[in-house]
């Protein structure tokens, strides 16, 4: 069992001070809008993973009138008791202390996993191919820690030989092979494993996304995913390969043209159909909705199978477009689900509450401060 | 800051050396300062003897003295042994191990395009023939192992396949006296991909 007892929040986005416990398993944290529930999941989230799910600027995240940020976070991983502590001033480095010991953030960065769901995941669906490579990308890495190293080469190769598409116009075709073909090598093998990672990650997520979301639509829609590859693929590593080389081959005198790479996974996407159809064009923004939620909660169920551990999880704003059965359902996966869970709501959830059968906590947010617990025992 | 005009000279000039930022600077400067001046000209002069008297072998472009480096007017040398490297430094490390007593070549630097660097760049062409008129038989490729120097290994495997010559890519893996625990993840795959028989 791994969650987030307590919390001490200083100068954070609309927070001054703020002390706040938390329950084990499920905490609601419910007011107007405006008010600070999503700084205080974010606060959260930064305290895991020393990033903003909204910002890429820490200095957003200093309140206005105070000169630095400090989060102070108790967590309990496998009984043992850890405090983080984190502290931001404007032109400094971010400092992290896990147990009073000074880490950098790349190594506290996965030690506390958390996943967090957001109105803005919707764009998983709605937006181009990019963000959806981003989310394989980050799965991915999780996944295998050698992906990160592979992907980061794959981009430099990538570079390298865009640049040399550009210098080859009017050249002699020997010549330009001549040029190309070390580079070629390494794309082929760096790229071919990269597919084979993300076709992996995939078959996972679709078979925990599968379940989520026949869940939440009660059967009535069904949700697959597909690796759309500028490569065709192969079961065997050595066959994508030389498909891979072959297409290169045949793109020569276009990329030559274009002054740039034009086949790899670098232009892949990720297709997530609902019912058979491609979501981004035909599905509606309930359907979009719950098909990203369905992705963030594969995350979840890989890893809780992966660690035989939950991820805390976060859930911002997630009640406001879903009917009443999917809310229901919902609640189901994360009572179910056994791990903690952060929810914010702007409008009331009580009579959902009501009726599973589960504790919670929850917390009321008036401008920037924490209000009228009400902790409740389970039935 | 104020600085008296001779010493923030010394100080600008000295923050050009690799690895020293305006601290390490000053505490250079003030060390000269405090040297006798018989002391400190010896230093200047050490280094513009160096600049003077060092440039590169014609044959290998590793640091030679005169037109020929130690290793090119070396009879002892095995010459039917050549190992390709990308800078003059290289030569010193592998020198250093005591294990190999073939010959030479220096690149001086690795493809890349991004910095305008090609096959022209590198005189690869003075390698082919360096290698053709001699009696090289094996051509071992110690270039980096990242995405240039690989690039540069392929691209030379190829170029160097139509003569009568072996052509080898130094191993990589783990390093000696260590612990696989604290491997990094590319290394040890690597080194699984490297593999051999015992």
Redesign the interface.
Known sequence: MFYLESLLIKGFRNYHYQQLQFNPRLNIICGGNAQGKTNLLESIYYLSVTRSFRTRRDQELVNWEEPLFYLKGIFYKYDLRNSIRISYRKNAQLKVKVNDKAVSRYAHLQQFPIVVFSPDDVLLIREGPSIRRRFLNLEASRLSPQYFEELRAYQRVLQQRNNLLKKLYGRGSRQINELLEPWDETLVSLGSNIIHTRVKIIKYLEKEGKVFFENMTSSRETISLEYAASVEYSEAFNETKEIFRRRLEKAREIEIRKGSTVVGPHLDDLKIMINGYDSRKYSSQGQKRTAALSLKMAEVSLFRKEHNDCPIILLDDVFSEFDEKRKMHLLDFLRDNSGQCFISTAIGIDNLLESISSDYKTISIHQGRASDEVSRPGN | MVYPGHLKKLVEALTRFPGIGQKSAQRIAFYLLGCSREDVVAIARAMVDAKDKLGFCQTCGSLAETDLCIYCSDSKRDNNLLCVVQEPRDVLVLERTGQYSGLYHVLHGA????DGI??EELKLDRLVSRIRESEIREVIIATNP???G??????LA??LNPLSVRVTRIAFGLPVGGDIEYAD??TL?RALDGRRVI
């Open positions: 493809l890349s395009p991004l090609g096959p990242n995405v240039e690989d690039a540069t290994a392929g691209y190829r170029l993840d590319l795959s």
